[in-house]
């Protein structure tokens, strides 16, 4: 199945309003699957709008004023957390962070009744991140406000796939034709399924690189091609994503030991000598050195991108809140 097959379904599935006049009409942003080649680039557009605002004094502006933020992770996290965070604050929002470990949650709240008391103090927008895939969508049927999908399980982490798109598309100009490979964890990993959506659908050629017991059993049918060889999966690529090993999602034997999957693929310079020569490398973080990467590659500053994926994450989340706000916005000011 490919991305424009799956992608007509999940507009049935999730109930999604088809692209018409407005160029983003969602009122959630719960994955990249079921978005519109369109849809995408509206957001990166906006998104790089941001990116050149925020490198400049009086980056800070007013324009969502007024309306609340809530964060409500289940879920660790510094880089997604912290960039909504700021992100938020730099429109002008009042943002709040609720840290589940010291909230009810601990005294045997449930998931749902959580959402319902936070939706009663009446936000405009709820940023979730939660460890069950699906856990977002099902959050989102219930409250009034527009939610953020900031990671669930292993199932999409939008968010990370847009602002891993803008990067790319900053450094080398566009997305169409470029052949980007996701190397390690795939089976584990909500980012690379979210980069898989997207950048088959913005007419990227997508390799996954793992070995099989970290590959998902339908991988081949994701449109993508599949390689469990790094030297073939890396030679002649545009862009290397490397994906950190989810020790915590994983029960059972994936490996036989962290020492032997650095030495097949664990990402060093010898190995990316077959891509590119201007090769783009990436991670999502947080990165576990000497597993899934060598040192020397992610500091590499004339290869690794990962210092300007985090600074790109604000910007990417910039655009979602504005966007997803906008249509309540103009009808509070009215035509
Ligand atoms: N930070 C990313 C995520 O939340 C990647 C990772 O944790 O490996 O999915």
Redesign the pocket.
């Known amino acids: 199945m490919t991305y424009d097959n799956i992608k007509n379904e999940s507009y049935a599935r999730a109930d999604i309003t088809p692209p018409g006049g407005n160029p983003f009409p969602h009122k959630h942003l719960l994955g990249i699957w079921g978005l519109d080649p369109a849809e995408i680039k509206y957001l990166l557009d906006c998104a790089d709008h941001y990116a050149d605002s925020n490198r400049q004094s009086g980056k800070n502006t007013k324009t969502l004023a007024g309306l609340t933020q809530i964060n409500l992770f289940f879920?660790n996290?510094t880089?997604?957390l912290m960039s909504f965070e700021i992100a938020g604050k730099r429109l002008g929002m009042d943002t709040i962070s609720m840290s589940t470990s010291t909230s009810s949650i601990k005294k045997g709240e449930t998931l749902l009744d959580t959402a319902l008391t936070l939706n009663a103090m009446r936000p405009d927008v709820l940023v979730i991140?939660h460890g069950d895939s699906g856990a977002v969508e099902l959050l989102s049927r219930k409250v009034d406000c527009a939610v953020i999908n900031a990671?669930d399980g292993r199932h999409e982490?939008p968010t990370?796939a847009l602002l891993d798109a803008l990067t790319i598309r900053r450094r080398k100009g566009h997305l169409n034709g470029l052949t980007v490979a996701i190397c390690g964890d795939v089976t584990h990993?909500?980012?690379a399924r979210s980069n898989i959506w997207l950048l088959s659908a913005m007419g990227a050629r997508v390799r996954l690189v793992a070995p099989p017991t970290l590959l998902p059993v339908n991988a081949t049918s994701m449109g993508v091609e599949v390689y469990h060889d790094m030297t073939a999966g890396l030679a002649g690529a545009d862009v290397v994503m490397m994906?950190?090993l989810?020790q915590e999602r994983m029960s059972g034997a994936f490996l036989p030991s962290l020492r032997e999957y650095y030495k097949f693929w664990g990402l060093t310079h010898e190995k990316l000598s077959v891509a590119k020569d201007d090769v783009l490398v990436m991670h999502?973080?947080?990165m576990n050195r000497g597993v899934e990467i060598a040192s020397d590659v992610a500091d590499d500053i004339d290869r690794s991108a990962i210092q300007e994926q985090v600074e790109m994450g604000v910007s990417v989340r910039m655009a979602c809140l504005d966007i997803l706000t906008r249509k309540q916005r103009e009808e509070e000011v009215g035509p």
């Open positions: 879920e996290s880089r997604t991140r990671g982490h990370q990993s909500r980012v994906l950190r989810q999502p973080g947080p």
